[in-house]
């Protein structure tokens, strides 16, 4: 049995679709959870009950914690540190491997022109501080010798199939509607983003190989190093539109946020945009010889996806 907490969430459903290549037991776990494929088993919890987290876990061999909480300093403060301590114990409780999806929050503001998975663990925001404090309860349990895991680290993520993200409300939709494409701080600089169905991919790839457990990876992502403003044209070739960026400066994030609950969580984050954002997923690709989506054909498929599903008749 392998078990996905927080299976409505985009990783959630896209690794739910990469499992039967593995297993033929896949457990799928959230407020409403729906099939993926036709013999899934479904769990209706809210997994920051006590309680819920253990049940859910109960006769696992591979536990994927791809759950999302809302984009909300304090409601990460309360919920994430709860859920991780309970998920590492459920874990351990009934031997079952857990595979952790992450961001890159934790690495010191100076190691995001290029982020390996070595880069120096040194938060400079207070969610960032969350996040390694969750990583390090895992890698300290991996550690003890107590529990077999890993960490799966993605960077900003694009993608039809993410509607949520940054990419695809920001400068799909925007461009689409034509309106200009929006992003933060600088269009000048280098940023990498990794297209969602790899990183769905390679998350099931990873919880399927037993060497892969007591590390941290960097999920396979285009090592092409593009700027926003060549990512941006991209999108707008794809989708035939005029190349548009509006630039939002710091202050105006700031005035945002009076207005948008999001925003207002934007600007202890702008160090990852005032400066080249390099994601370097160099060890996957070496490890598993599997190459990333090129930024190209992520795009085209993004761009083809989200007209397809823009266009298609009321029912």
């Not at 934790?106 to 960032?128: A, C, L, Q, W």
């Not at 990852?272 to 690709?285: E, I, L, P």
Request: charged share 25%; aromatic share 10%; glycine share 6%.
């Amino acid at each position: 049995m392998q078990t996905i907490l927080g299976a409505g969430g985009t990783i959630g459903k896209l690794l739910a679709a990469e499992l039967p290549k593995y297993t033929d037991k896949v457990r799928l776990v959230s407020r409403n959870p729906h099939k993926v494929n036709d013999n899934d088993e479904l769990i209706t919890a809210d997994l920051t009950l006590p309680g819920s987290v253990d049940r859910a876990v109960k006769g696992s061999d591979v536990v994927y914690l791809t759950l999302g909480f809302d984009y909300n300093l304090k409601v990460w403060q309360k919920r994430w540190p709860a859920l991780m301590k309970e998920t590492i114990d459920a874990c351990i409780a009934h031997n079952a491997r857990l595979v952790f999806f992450d961001n890159v929050y934790v690495y010191d503001e100076n190691e995001i022109p290029h982020m390996t998975e070595d880069s120096k663990i040194n938060p400079p925001s207070h969610k960032g501080a969350v996040r390694k404090e969750i990583s390090e309860m895992l890698l300290s349990a991996v550690r003890d010798g107590k529990l077999n895991a890993l960490i799966a680290r993605c960077a900003d993520y694009y993608g039809t199939e993410s509607k949520t993200s940054l990419v695809f409300q920001m400068m799909v939709k925007n461009l689409a509607a034509g309106r200009s494409a929006m992003w933060f701080m600088s269009s000048s600089k280098v940023h990498s983003f990794t297209y969602v169905p790899d990183a769905a991919r390679a998350t099931a790839l990873l919880g399927n190989t037993a060497d892969a457990f007591g590390q941290v990876w960097h999920l396979p992502t285009d090592s092409t190093r593009i700027t926003i403003e060549e990512f941006v044209k991209m999108i707008a070739g794809e989708l035939n539109v005029s190349l548009r960026i509006r630039v939002l400066p710091l202050f105006i994030i700031r005035m945002l946020g009076l207005f948008m609950p999001v925003m207002k969580e934007m600007p202890e984050m702008i160090y990852q945009d005032d400066r080249d954002y390099f994601f370097d997923s160099s060890k996957f690709v070496k490890r598993f010889g599997i190459k990333p989506t090129y930024y190209k054909d992520g795009i085209k498929e993004m761009c083809a996806t989200y007209y397809s599903y823009a266009h298609r008749p009321a029912a």
